[in-house]
């Protein structure tokens, strides 16, 4: 079965790096046509797109974060990473990833379950 999980610390203090990890399983984020991304959820406001990496390693980030974003990954651990540097409190929200997989047929998401981080001091 195909599964993502978030992982990272739930808590960071303003002006520091906040940085979470998506573990893949049951699917190749290096497969042709698949984009790893991250997407954010601030309490009681609608999703916003934070960025992605493609399969091919191009990063994709959302205009109005891309001097703080940074998306990376490791292909040996399947696994991708995003850091968002200089963080407030406006940067609390719960933080999803996801794989876009684009096809002929049909494109879809794969979600993680999504994971609260809290910017605090």
């Known amino acids: 079965q195909v599964q993502l999980q978030e992982s990272g610390p739930g808590l960071v203090k303003p002006s520091q790096t906040l940085s979470l990890t998506c573990s893949l399983s049951?699917?190749?984020?290096?497969?042709?046509?698949?984009?790893s991304a991250w997407i954010r959820q601030p309490p009681g406001k609608g999703l916003e797109w934070v960025g992605a990496?493609?399969?091919?390693?191009?990063?994709y980030y959302s205009p109005s974060l891309r001097r703080r974003t940074s998306i990376s990954r490791d292909t040996s651990k399947n696994q991708f990473t995003l850091q968002l540097s200089s963080v407030t409190p406006e940067d609390t929200a719960v933080y999803y990833c996801?794989?876009?997989?684009?096809?002929?047929?049909?494109?879809?998401?794969?979600w993680g379950q999504g994971t609260q981080v809290t910017v605090s001091s």
């Open positions: 996801a794989l876009l997989v684009f096809r002929t047929t049909g494109s879809f998401y794969y």
């Open positions: 049951g699917v190749t984020m290096t497969t042709n046509y698949h984009y």
């Open positions: 990496i493609s399969y091919g390693g191009r990063n």
